[in-house]
C-alpha cells in the first residue's frame, strides 16, 4: 500500500466505468446507454474525508454505489487495501463489505419501516456474526448513544423518529460493523441546515474516536468545504480537479470548479462576488460531446477542446485539472 505523508492508501479507484442501458421496443433490445461514471480514477488514504461534488446527474453517486458493487461496475478495477473488489466473491466479498459501510441520501426511504431500530441497526452484526444475545443488545444501546440517541428508542418504528434522528440511525448501522471506510451519499442534503450542522459534527466526531476515511458525496460546496481534506469535483461523469480543500478553494483552476465556486452563498451583505452564469443545459450522458464535456458551456472553449479530451493532469504538486488551459487562467 502506498504512503503519503505517513498515511496508507486505503482505497483506490482506476478508470471506473459504469453505463445504464436504455431498451425500447418489445423484446426491450438495448438501444444507447447512459454513460454515468466514465474512466474516474482516484486515490483515498486513510483518515482523510473525499469530497465528491458536482451538479445533479454528473454521476457523483454512481461512482459510490459501484465502488460497493451495488451497482456492477462495467470497466476499471478498486483496490480496499490493494485487496481487487471487484474480483471478490462469497466469503471475500463479504468480509470486503463489512469494511466499506454507506450512510444513504433519504433517512426515510433507506431504512426499512418495518423493522424496530434495534433489528436495523443488529442486521449486520448479525450477517457478519459479530454479536449475539445480551452482548448485541448491548452493542446496539452503546451504538444508539454514540450517535447522539438514548437506547430506550431501540424498540421504536423508523416513523417515530424526525429525519434527522432517522439520519442518526442511518449512521448508527453503517458503524455497527465497525467499518473502516464509509461512503456518505449526500448525507445531509435533505435535511433542514440547522440539522445539516450537528450531523456534519457527529460525523466528524465519530471519525476522530473510530479512526474512519470517508468518501463524502455532495452538491454543495459549503458543505464539502466544511468536512472535507480533499475534494475531486466531477461534470458528466469525469473527475475534473482534484485537490487538497485548501488548494481547491483558494485557486480552483478548471471553469467548472470556479462557476460552482462562485454560487457559493456569503453570509455577508456587504460583500459583493461576481457570479459566473454558464450558458445552457448540462448535456444528456446518453450522448456526451466529444473532446472536453464542458466545452458546450465553457466560456473559454477553443477548437481544441471540440476535438481532443484533456486528461486530468498535476499542474502543480497534488493539484489535478482536466483542461487545455487550465495554466493560462
Same mark, same amino acid.
Request: charged share 30%.
Given at each position: 500500500?502506498?504512503?503519503?505523508?505517513?498515511?496508507?492508501?486505503?482505497?483506490?479507484v482506476?478508470?471506473?466505468?459504469?453505463?445504464?442501458?436504455?431498451?425500447?421496443?418489445?423484446?426491450?433490445r438495448i438501444?444507447a446507454?447512459?454513460?454515468a461514471v466514465?474512466?474516474?480514477?482516484?486515490d483515498?488514504y486513510e483518515g482523510?474525508?473525499?469530497?465528491?461534488?458536482?451538479?445533479?446527474? +454528473?454521476?457523483?453517486?454512481t461512482?459510490?454505489?459501484?465502488?460497493l458493487? =451495488?451497482y456492477?461496475?462495467?470497466?476499471?478495477?478498486?483496490?480496499?487495501?490493494?485487496i481487487?473488489?471487484?474480483s471478490?466473491?462469497?466469503e471475500?466479498?463479504?468480509k470486503l463489505r463489512?469494511?466499506?459501510?454507506?450512510?444513504?441520501?433519504?433517512?426515510y426511504?433507506?431504512l426499512?419501516p418495518?423493522?424496530?431500530?434495534?433489528?436495523?441497526?443488529?442486521?449486520?452484526i448479525?450477517t457478519h456474526k459479530l454479536?449475539?444475545?445480551s452482548?448485541?443488545?448491548d452493542r446496539?444501546?452503546?451504538?444508539?448513544?454514540?450517535?447522539?440517541?438514548s437506547p430506550d428508542?431501540?424498540?421504536?418504528f423508523?416513523?417515530?423518529?424526525s429525519?434527522g434522528?432517522r439520519?442518526?440511525?442511518?449512521?448508527?448501522r453503517?458503524?455497527a460493523?465497525n467499518p473502516?471506510?464509509i #461512503?456518505?451519499?449526500e448525507?445531509?442534503s435533505? =435535511?433542514? $441546515?440547522?440539522?445539516q450542522?450537528? #450531523?456534519?459534527?457527529?460525523?466528524k466526531?465519530?471519525q476522530?474516536? &473510530?479512526k474512519?476515511?470517508?468518501?463524502?458525496?455532495?452538491h454543495?460546496?459549503? $458543505?464539502?468545504?466544511?468536512?472535507?481534506?480533499k475534494?475531486a469535483?466531477?461534470?458528466?461523469?469525469?473527475?475534473?480537479? =482534484?485537490?487538497?480543500?485548501?488548494k481547491? &478553494?483558494?485557486n480552483?483552476?478548471h471553469p467548472?470548479?470556479k462557476a460552482?465556486?462562485?454560487a457559493?452563498?456569503?453570509?455577508d451583505?456587504e460583500?459583493?462576488?461576481?457570479?459566473i452564469?454558464?450558458k445552457?443545459?448540462?448535456?444528456?450522458?446518453?450522448?456526451p460531446?466529444?473532446g472536453?464535456?464542458?466545452?458546450?458551456?465553457?466560456?473559454?472553449?477553443k477548437?481544441? +477542446?471540440?476535438e481532443?479530451?484533456?486528461?486530468?493532469?498535476?499542474i502543480e504538486?497534488?493539484h489535478? $485539472?482536466?483542461?487545455?488551459?487550465?495554466e493560462k487562467?
Amino acid at each position: 500500500m502506498r504512503e503519503k505523508d505517513g498515511k496508507n492508501r486505503i482505497l483506490r479507484v482506476e478508470n471506473l466505468v459504469k453505463y445504464f442501458p436504455i431498451r425500447a421496443g418489445v423484446f426491450k433490445r438495448i438501444v444507447a446507454w447512459v454513460k454515468a461514471v466514465d474512466g474516474v480514477s482516484f486515490d483515498v488514504y486513510e483518515g482523510e474525508t473525499l469530497g465528491l461534488v458536482g451538479e445533479s446527474g +454528473c454521476g457523483k453517486t454512481t461512482v459510490g454505489m459501484t465502488i460497493l458493487r =451495488l451497482y456492477e461496475p462495467m470497466g476499471g478495477k478498486v483496490y480496499f487495501r490493494d485487496i481487487d473488489m471487484f474480483s471478490a466473491k462469497g466469503e471475500r466479498l463479504r468480509k470486503l463489505r463489512q469494511k466499506v459501510q454507506i450512510i444513504f441520501q433519504d433517512p426515510y426511504s433507506s431504512l426499512n419501516p418495518r423493522m424496530r431500530v434495534k433489528n436495523i441497526i443488529a442486521e449486520g452484526i448479525r450477517t457478519h456474526k459479530l454479536a449475539s444475545g445480551s452482548e448485541l443488545t448491548d452493542r446496539v444501546a452503546d451504538l444508539l448513544k454514540k450517535v447522539g440517541l438514548s437506547p430506550d428508542h431501540m424498540n421504536r418504528f423508523p416513523h417515530e423518529f424526525s429525519g434527522g434522528q432517522r439520519q442518526r440511525i442511518g449512521i448508527a448501522r453503517a458503524l455497527a460493523v465497525n467499518p473502516e471506510l464509509i #461512503i456518505c451519499d449526500e448525507a445531509v442534503s435533505a =435535511l433542514d $441546515v440547522s440539522i445539516q450542522a450537528q #450531523i456534519l459534527n457527529l460525523l466528524k466526531d465519530l471519525q476522530s474516536e &473510530f479512526k474512519l476515511t470517508y468518501i463524502f458525496i455532495s452538491h454543495a460546496l459549503n $458543505v464539502i468545504k466544511h468536512i472535507s481534506d480533499k475534494v475531486a469535483v466531477m461534470y458528466l461523469g469525469k473527475i475534473v480537479e =482534484l485537490a487538497d480543500k485548501k488548494k481547491l &478553494f483558494d485557486n480552483p483552476l478548471h471553469p467548472y470548479t470556479k462557476a460552482l465556486m462562485s454560487a457559493i452563498p456569503i453570509p455577508d451583505p456587504e460583500v459583493r462576488r461576481e457570479k459566473i452564469i454558464l450558458k445552457g443545459d448540462v448535456p444528456s450522458p446518453i450522448n456526451p460531446p466529444s473532446g472536453c464535456r464542458f466545452h458546450t458551456r465553457c466560456p473559454f472553449a477553443k477548437d481544441i +477542446c471540440k476535438e481532443e479530451e484533456p486528461d486530468l493532469i498535476e499542474i502543480e504538486e497534488g493539484h489535478f $485539472v482536466a483542461c487545455h488551459f487550465a495554466e493560462k487562467f
